[in-house]
């Protein structure tokens, strides 16, 4: 299944803002926007996957070994679990949290993801 609108547009938004923010050196903004990209890819497995894919070329860019190892393992289970609908809603997609903790989503990505639905 595809990204449905609004939330494909609003992900492609925050992919270009991280892919804007590495090319500027600012690694804590791209990762803020990854974290987004993760939240409002998470029910479609392409996107998904393509988020995690993104999240491991930016922490191996970082030369950050346990998000690198982290990145490795969700990009693994993101397509799984997001065909299965078996993913934590809101859950940031960083390996400094637990893959499977749900977490708050923000309102603005919340009322996106109702819309998209």
Not at 32 to 45: D, F, G, T, Y
């Amino acid at each position: 299944m595809t990204v449905a609108e609004p939330a494909r547009s609003e992900l492609r938004l925050a992919l270009d803002a991280a892919r804007s923010a590495r090319r500027d050196g600012d690694i804590e903004s791209a990762w803020h926007h990854l974290e987004r990209a993760h939240i409002l890819s998470q029910p479609w497995a392409l996107a998904h996957v393509r988020v995690h894919a993104v999240m491991l070329s930016t922490a191996v860019e970082g030369r950050d070994v346990r998000e690198t190892f982290g990145q490795v393992v969700r990009l693994v289970v993101a397509g799984p679990g997001s065909l299965s609908g078996r993913f934590p809603e809101g859950n940031s997609g960083r390996s400094r949290v637990s893959m499977f903790a749900p977490m708050p989503i923000p309102s603005d990505l919340q009322r996106i993801l109702s819309d998209s639905r």
